[in-house]
């Protein structure tokens, strides 16, 4: 290697570096000022050492209603993938091999609903919730984010690239659609499951606007809205930047935990494929 290629090198590694400081250090300043008392976290608000260190801010959200929030994300995000991952998996191989009339105008409607922005369908969400008698209610919550088009597409390219052959083969053996959907064509998709599962779970732990407009009841807040009410004074007077840092530090921490986890299965599937091809 020559000495001008090892000081490019250097330097692509130097900007590298760089860029990933950039992304950690507010995750550190996060976690840092979770375990600082609130006249040091007002005095160093990005000081990088504690004086000193406490989980008295961990405590106060104990004694809020962050527990139950904590719960239903949970309950609503773990509903909403599982959702996702079946009726995304039908409506995508349905789209991607079954041939009934419609289907590209099916198609073509599905990508006209991914080109609008969300805040723009909140309304109309907001009239279907009051209309079905389901506004404020657990149903709110997780029904209309059940099924969505980006996953629905992201599942249909997939199937489009698994051989029909496979599936002839499991229908010669005497299976049907749907055994052969389940049998055969989804264990070869699991990469596209992994990406929706990673996908799915951390947009309906992080969605806010939905929950805006299907409750409010402050026993059904999720996270999300929960801990906007924190930023905007629903903790009392002061800034309380410990307690506001300790409820983003643990908001952060599944959906990192989900990422971590999956992407390892992601990456074998991946690296399996590519070796079959």
């Given at each position: ?21 950039l992304y950690v250090i507010p995750f550190v300043v996060q976690l840092v000022t979770s375990v600082k008392t609130q006249s040091d976290a007002a005095n160093n ?39 996702r991952v079946v009726f995304c998996s039908l409506a995508g191989y349905a789209l991607a091999r079954l041939e009934f009339r419609g289907r590209r105008a099916l ?105 805006i407009i299907a409750s409010n009841r402050e026993d059904l807040y999720t996270l999300t809205r929960g801990v906007a009410g924190f930023t905007s004074g629903g ?43």
């Amino acid at each position: 290697m020559t000495g001008r290629n090892r000081l490019s090198r250097a330097a692509g590694y130097a900007v590298l570096v760089l860029l990933a400081l950039l992304y950690v250090i507010p995750f550190v300043v996060q976690l840092v000022t979770s375990v600082k008392t609130q006249s040091d976290a007002a005095n160093n608000p990005v000081g990088l050492v504690p004086h000193p260190v406490t989980t008295a801010a961990f405590a106060t959200l104990a004694d809020t209603r962050f527990p139950r929030w904590f719960v239903n994300s949970l309950w609503v995000a773990v509903t909403v993938t599982a959702a996702r991952v079946v009726f995304c998996s039908l409506a995508g191989y349905a789209l991607a091999r079954l041939e009934f009339r419609g289907r590209r105008a099916l198609f073509s409607a599905l990508l006209a609903v991914m080109s609008v922005p969300g805040v723009v369908l909140l309304l109309p969400k907001f009239l279907a919730l009051k209309y079905y008698g389901i506004y404020n209610s657990p149903a709110a919550l997780v029904v209309p984010l059940m099924c969505d088009a980006a996953g629905v597409f992201i599942m249909k390219q997939f199937f489009e690239s698994i051989p029909r052959s496979v599936e002839e083969a499991a229908r010669i053996d005497g299976a049907g659609p749907i055994r052969t959907l389940w049998s055969v064509v989804l264990p070869m998709a699991k990469p596209a499951l992994v990406t929706l599962t990673i996908l799915s779970f951390q947009g309906s732990w992080n969605e806010l606007g939905h929950f805006i407009i299907a409750s409010n009841r402050e026993d059904l807040y999720t996270l999300t809205r929960g801990v906007a009410g924190f930023t905007s004074g629903g903790l009392g007077s002061g800034t309380q930047f410990p307690v506001k840092m300790a409820a983003a530090l643990i908001m952060t921490l599944p959906t990192a935990a989900v990422f971590v986890v999956f992407q390892r299965f992601f990456t074998r599937g991946a690296n399996a494929g590519a070796d079959k091809g």
